[in-house]
């Protein structure tokens, strides 16, 4: 008897987690499997929602005119990721990529999406997904980071062996035809033996018109393996260094990408460190420090209101910065999780929104949460879980993202 109750038992395991959903790696809607959940979140609205059978981690959310685009990686695959453009309306898959490799930044101008496709710069059709051009990487040459100003893409490639290459170029690219121009190149030999790899750009064009390119950069040095953050600014136009602030915080690593207001441009070193430079007149406005307790880790950052708002890292802390002198407004501590795999970040209607392990956040202009949605709740049976990457639609607001194994499109209620 006992046999026979163990047999029914799983079986019924079985047409619970087994049959409910598919098991070929596709996109299903609204498969409810398993969940335990009970509770139903009250500021957000489910629009629509597709469910993975197999699992994924979502690096981005691309919010175009036409679609929505989600860059994942498959449960299982590693450095392999899938490229998905979804209707906005329905969900509806228009279509895929596959095996894309390992993107890790995009940026949409008009209905082309360029995007670091493992070491290559790719320019996509948003509407059709056929590939434009590419800038192909290879052993000895990989993309470190790239932006688009005054009508041209300014990127960094490094060359050489090893794990950055001993010289680093800066090359203006028109981004119709991918066709380059090599700007400027900085040495290890000139940077006392450090090899650079650029992560975090921007762009400032100076009242005398010469167009600069400030940075933060990982510094190598390949004979000790060791590492340091620099922060320098590089004179497009006059083909020199415009302001070489070297290693500025004097720590082993860099922190979010640097942004820039007016001529004012804000940078955060070492996960403690924060800083306000004038870039007109190359003069230090503030530095100041958080305790350890408060690190953040190496994401982005957003101005609101007057406050420099720095994404939530691997410490879970995230932090608020007075942009007048560098002080902290405040600091939330192990409440809303972590960065969850790719730091994320929106400004919409006078509001910042987040994603983090713990949930997905909005935020007012003095950094209070205004409404949530943390990762015990539900949208709907079924459709919750941790919170990855989002955008927004600037047309209605629409938010799109993924919870857990869901692809999702939200609304505030």
């Given at each position: 008897m006992r046999i026979l109750v163990y047999i029914v038992f799983a079986i019924l395991l079985f047409l619970q987690f087994g049959m409910s959903c598919k098991k070929e790696p596709t996109l299903e809607p609204d498969c409810t499997s398993g969940s335990t959940k009970t509770d139903f979140n009250e500021d957000f609205e489910l629009v629509w929602n597709k469910r993975s059978s197999t699992g994924f981690t979502c690096y981005s959310t691309v919010v175009t005119p036409s679609n929505v685009i989600y860059f994942l990686d498959p449960a299982g695959f590693g450095n392999s990721e899938t490229i998905i453009a979804l209707d906005k309306v329905t969900g509806d898959t228009l279509w895929a990529k596959y095996n894309q490799g390992s993107n890790r930044k995009q940026l949409l101008i008009g209905n082309k999406l360029y995007f670091d496709g493992q070491g290559d710069l790719r320019c996509i059709d948003v509407t059709s997904g056929n590939i434009l051009w590419s800038i192909n990487g290879n052993s000895n040459k990989t993309l470190n980071d790239f932006i688009y100003a005054n009508n041209k893409i300014y990127?960094?490639?490094?060359?050489?062996?090893?794990?950055?290459?001993?010289?680093?170029?800066?090359?203006t690219i028109n981004p119709v035809n991918g066709s380059s121009i090599e700007k400027f190149t900085l040495y290890g030999s000139g940077r006392n033996g450090f090899n650079q790899a650029p992560k975090g750009m921007v762009y400032y064009q100076h009242p005398n018109g010469n167009e600069i390119i400030f940075t933060q950069s990982i510094g190598y040095k390949p004979s000790i393996t060791t590492e340091r953050g620099e922060y320098f600014a590089i004179d497009i136009t006059n083909d020199s260094m415009y302001w070489d602030l070297g290693s500025y915080f004097n720590y082993g690593a860099i922190g979010s990408s640097p942004i820039i207001e007016s001529n004012i441009v804000f940078i955060h070193g070492g996960f403690i460190g924060s800083s306000s430079l004038?870039?007109?007149?190359?003069?230090?406005?503030?530095?100041?420090?958080?305790?350890?307790?408060?690190?953040?880790?190496?994401?982005?950052?957003?101005?609101?209101?007057?406050?420099?708002?720095?994404?939530?890292?691997?410490?879970?802390?995230l932090n608020i910065i007075n942009t007048s002198d560098g002080s902290l407004h405040k600091n939330y501590n192990n409440t809303m999780g972590f960065d969850n795999w790719?730091?994320?970040?929106?400004?919409?209607?006078?509001?910042?929104?987040?994603?983090?392990?713990?949930?997905?956040?909005?935020?007012?202009?003095?950094?209070?949460?205004?409404?949530?949605?943390?990762?015990?709740?539900?949208?709907a049976e079924g459709?919750?879980?941790?919170?990855?990457?989002?955008?927004?639609?600037?047309?209605?607001?629409?938010?799109?993202?993924?919870?857990?194994?869901?692809?999702?499109?939200?609304?505030e209620k």
């Open positions: 990127a960094f490639f490094d060359l050489g062996g090893g794990i950055v290459g001993d010289s680093t170029k800066l090359y004038n870039l007109q007149n190359k003069t230090i406005n503030w530095r100041t420090q958080v305790s350890a307790s408060k690190r953040t880790g190496k994401g982005i950052m957003l101005i609101l209101n007057g406050k420099l708002l720095q994404s939530l890292g691997n410490n879970y802390n790719s730091p994320n970040m929106k400004k919409y209607n006078n509001h910042i929104y987040l994603t983090s392990t713990a949930g997905l956040y909005k935020l007012d202009g003095n950094g209070e949460i205004v409404k949530q949605i943390l990762t015990r709740e539900l949208l459709v919750g879980g941790s919170y990855q990457y989002m955008d927004i639609d600037p047309i209605n607001g629409y938010i799109y993202c993924t919870a857990g194994n869901n692809i999702i499109c939200i609304k």
